[in-house]
């Protein structure tokens, strides 16, 4: 499989659940993003990891966490959200900051 | 603070029609300029990389320009089909380096194309 995956493509869950989005990325590439988009918003971007490391955390509530494990997976941990973080999840990767970024399909989360 | 403006927000347009989407930044001190295509609930599809020393790039009907002295880039489709219906993004990302902002991609909110048979 190439490119960038996500999963769950669909994710409903309740304001006191816990779960879990994976990216995974067959490029090669050693950064990694998480990108938020809601309705009538540009895509605001989450977390940045390069070569495993993070670094940068856009002023992220801290009931989103995200784990690098290695630099072709990226995970993000949701606990206890709320309504209004329903939008879509997106995951990229490129070369190290520079380079262009490519996208996954992401993951559509409803926050009941 | 780097804000990325699109115009239009929705362009309709009948098939066969040559267009320009227009993408302006307040900074110019940017190190790219990227144009992705997003079908409806799904990713984004990068269409066109213009690095901060070039002018234009190509790939079959599209070219998108940079003017990043005056904060400026379009994006032109020729011979527009159905198919090229979608929302069209433009991204800037900075050039200050350092800190992890040189990660940063800054998006505009696009312009939904909807391209009539």
């Known amino acids: 499989e190439t490119g960038v995956t996500q999963t769950p493509r669909h994710l409903v869950m309740g304001m006191t659940n816990k779960k879990s989005l994976k990216c995974e990325q067959h490029?090669?590439?050693?950064?990694m993003y998480w990108y938020k988009q809601s309705a009538k918003k540009p895509l605001e971007l989450m977390f940045v990891?390069?070569?495993?490391?993070?670094?940068e955390n856009n002023s992220v509530p801290s009931r989103f966490s995200p784990e690098c494990p290695n630099s072709s997976h990226l995970f993000l941990h949701l606990h206890t959200l709320q309504p209004e973080d329903s939008a879509l999840y997106l995951c990229?990767?490129?070369?190290?900051?520079?380079?262009?970024?490519?996208f996954g399909p992401g993951t559509r989360l409803t926050v009941l | 603070k780097q804000e990325v403006t699109q115009i239009p927000a929705a362009l309709s347009v009948p098939e066969g029609e040559n267009l320009v989407l227009n993408c302006s930044f307040t900074?110019?001190?940017?190190?790219?300029l990227q144009w992705f295509r997003q079908d409806p609930g799904k990713g984004l599809t990068s269409l066109l990389l213009?690095?901060?020393?070039?002018r234009e790039q190509t790939s079959g009907r599209l070219n998108a320009s940079l003017d990043k002295s005056s904060g400026r880039s379009t994006l032109y489709i020729a011979a527009s089909q159905p198919g090229d219906s979608a929302t069209y993004l433009c991204?800037?990302?900075?050039?200050?380096?350092?800190?992890?902002?040189?990660?940063?991609?800054?998006f505009g909110k696009g312009t939904l194309l909807t391209v009539n048979p």
């Open positions: 490029l090669g590439h050693n950064a």
């Open positions: 990229a990767s490129g070369r190290e900051g520079w380079d262009e970024q490519f």
């Open positions: 900074d110019s001190a940017i190190y790219n």
């Open positions: 991204a800037v990302r900075g050039n200050t380096y350092g800190g992890g902002s040189n990660y940063k991609l800054t």
């Open positions: 213009i690095q901060s020393s070039q």
């Open positions: 990891y390069s070569l495993e490391e993070r670094v």
